[in-house]
């Protein structure tokens, strides 16, 4: 059995608060961290319950019901509430959704990251008149690519019975954003091999995926191909050439690429280089960094009917400790060396190496690990971008306990399993 962990986020969470999540199926005995005092752990803190109910995905109907006698229900204060598992209820006893209604829903799951909702949302949908509708597909395939989960975003491209060139390009996106170049580009193949006229947005979701697989040729390729459609490239064209060739290494033709451009590329390019390389910065034209805020990580573990909080800053149950202090030994045996340029504080390097333990990711791992049967796979959202140690230490766990592991950082989605990530290491 495979137990998918999904992303939640409490209403009142802060976009500029760091946190992890994760959503444990029928979770139970979660019990406050006691122990310890560093500053560098954490604790679970209860939130209010999201009132999500029963987690089953097949609607229910009451006795005294068939699937042909619907009730006419006006869903909207629930809706606005934020009450999907009221909805969800009234569905199963026979109440109508109409158009609006299931667009409201997916809106609602996308915005809570919840796969479980969302896939409960998906079966009434394809159960009702509804399940066809292009648009109202695009959704749930932009809810599961949101949701790191693009095996099932695929499934429900595969069957529209009708696409636009949205779909196509949430589905190109999607691979793209979840580290699965190739796949993206076949998609591209496929669109253009039924007929499908791409747009502007096609084309630069395309250089991206070129991009992440290092297909300089082929970026170049389709960058040349626009013309045969009568697109014009926009500046997002352009520096979507550049990115492919600083991925691949290929600077001096990326700068040769820009001094040719017939737009005004501006800083936007120069800038896009420097990030790929900091060494071809001038020292006295540095660009310019936003303001570092002082944050602490967040970790909110999703359940059954609530949302357990963890903050790096209190304790956690040794429970914990104990799990990632063994994961911790194998994954030194297993070659993992900790690399201490990613802690900022000045300490000495025993405690660097300490502190690298207890980076929220790692911690949500090692919770979902004494949480959760063998072999589910966790799923994990964190609103920083993940440190290159926590990257290669997560690489080497998920070989070790044989699972798949699914973190969200703030800029992609990264599938750990068998010892490999699907960026490539490169994110």
């Not at 137990?3 to 500029?16: D, P, T, V």
């Not at 540095?286 to 009917?305: F, G, T």
Request: with cysteine.
């Amino acid at each position: 059995m495979e137990l998918k962990l999904q992303a939640s986020m409490a209403s009142s969470s802060s976009s500029s608060t760091p946190f992890c999540t994760y959503a444990i199926h029928h979770a139970t005995n979660l019990h406050p961290r006691q122990n310890g005092t560093n500053n560098s752990r954490f604790t679970p803190r209860k939130t209010q319950p999201l009132r999500m109910g029963n987690p089953s995905i097949q609607p229910k109907l009451n006795h005294h019901q068939t699937p042909h006698q619907h009730k006419n229900v006006n869903f909207a204060h629930f809706l606005q509430e934020g009450n999907v598992n009221q909805v969800l209820e009234l569905m199963g006893q026979g109440a109508f959704a109409d158009y609006s209604d299931f667009l409201s829903l997916l809106k609602l799951c996308e915005d809570l990251k919840s796969l479980e909702l969302g896939k409960r949302v998906h079966e009434f949908l394809r159960r009702s008149k509804f399940g066809g509708n292009v648009e109202l597909c695009n959704r749930l395939i932009g809810l599961y690519v949101k949701c790191g989960s693009v095996k099932d975003a695929r499934k429900v491209f595969d069957k529209m019975p009708d696409r636009n060139v949205g779909s196509w390009n949430l589905m190109i996106g999607g691979y793209n954003v979840n580290g699965l170049g190739i796949d993206g580009l076949l998609v591209f193949k496929q669109m253009r091999q039924q007929g499908i006229v791409p747009d502007e947005e096609t084309f630069a979701l395309v250089l991206a995926v070129c991009a992440l697989v290092d297909g300089v040729e082929e970026g170049l390729m389709q960058f040349e191909s626009m013309k045969e459609y009568g697109i014009v490239p926009g500046m997002e064209h352009y520096l979507g050439v550049v990115n492919i060739f600083g991925c691949a290494g290929r600077l001096n033709e990326a700068h040769e690429f820009i001094e040719n451009m017939p737009i005004e590329a501006g800083d936007c390019a120069d800038e896009l280089l420097t990030v790929i390389d900091p060494s071809k910065a001038a020292a006295d034209d540095k660009v310019p960094l936003p303001q570092r805020k002082k944050q602490s990580a967040i970790n909110m573990m999703e359940e059954k009917n609530r949302v357990s909080e963890y903050r790096c800053n209190m304790p956690y149950e040794e429970e914990d400790d104990e799990k990632l202090r063994g994961l911790t030994g194998q994954m030194r045996e297993a070659g993992y060396v900790p690399d201490t340029r990613y802690v900022l504080h000045d300490i000495d390097e025993e405690e660097k190496e300490k502190a690298l333990q207890y980076h929220s990711e790692c911690l949500a791992i090692a919770y979902g690990l004494i949480s959760t049967p063998p072999r589910t796979t966790l799923r994990i959202i964190k609103n920083l971008r993940i440190c290159g140690d926590c990257h290669n230490a997560i690489k080497i766990m998920s070989k070790i306990v044989g699972r798949e592991l699914i973190v969200r950082d703030n800029k992609r989605f990264h599938h750990f399993k068998d010892g490999k990530c699907s960026c490539g290491d490169y994110w």
